[in-house]
């Protein structure tokens, strides 16, 4: 069933990362970790259908996403990036494979950090967020999205590596490789959930079971 919702808000949240907050519509209910398909609703797009993942909480009043821009692509996102309070988005029903299924290990490689926000907010909404821990890879330090937020949740849990930075104090300057893996993790047998572009999730849930991981204990969007 498709909806047709109207941006209430949006905050600019990295140079090239928006949050939209919109209506949601009466009885549409979703999970921590689940996403919809977006269509912009104007001329010429409402059939450019595109997945983006709920960043507010079930119990909220509105609906959130948190969407990076892609001027480059001449798409759905840069013209996503065009849009003003007024305008609207069409979504459907929800849906999504990662879903919470216990404490453990969340590696995300820039955007693919949207499904674990609103998963982060209701652990720690509930108090629950204790035995979790991310590892978050960005090209610089400009590229992370929620750090102050991600921060506050989680503390020393939070790690962050930068790509193309070849020196910091604050920050890990490598890529998640199978070295990166076996130097931060040490715990094989708990719950991993990865999500970044194609290659990133098939390379580190590759490393992890390699490592000794469960194939059943790694969650990824399929």
Known sequence: MS???????????????NQYSFE???GYEFEPGQATEVAIDKDGWRDE??????????EDPQLQFTIKIYPEHDGVTEQIGKLEEGDAFIIDDSWG???YKGPGVFLAGGAGVTPFIAIFRD????????????IFSNKT????????????????????????VEDSDEYLTEFIDKGFIEEHIDDFGQNFYVCGP???VTDISSYLQEMGADTEGIVFEE
Do not use: A, M, W
Request: glycine fraction near 2%.
């Open 97 to 99: 494979t990662i879903q």
């Open 24 to 26: 949601k519509p009466e």
């Open 3 to 17: 909806h047709t919702v109207t941006i209430t808000d949006i905050k600019k949240i990295t140079h090239d990362v």
């Open 198 to 200: 194609p290659k990133f």
């Open 123 to 134: 652990l720690y909404k509930r108090n629950e967020i204790n035995g979790n821990r991310l």
């Open 49 to 58: 259908k595109r997945p983006f993942t709920f960043t507010s909480l079930n």
């Open 141 to 164: 330090e400009k590229d992370i999205i929620l750090e102050d937020e991600f921060r506050e949740i989680l503390g020393d849990n939070f790690l962050n590596t930068l790509t193309d």
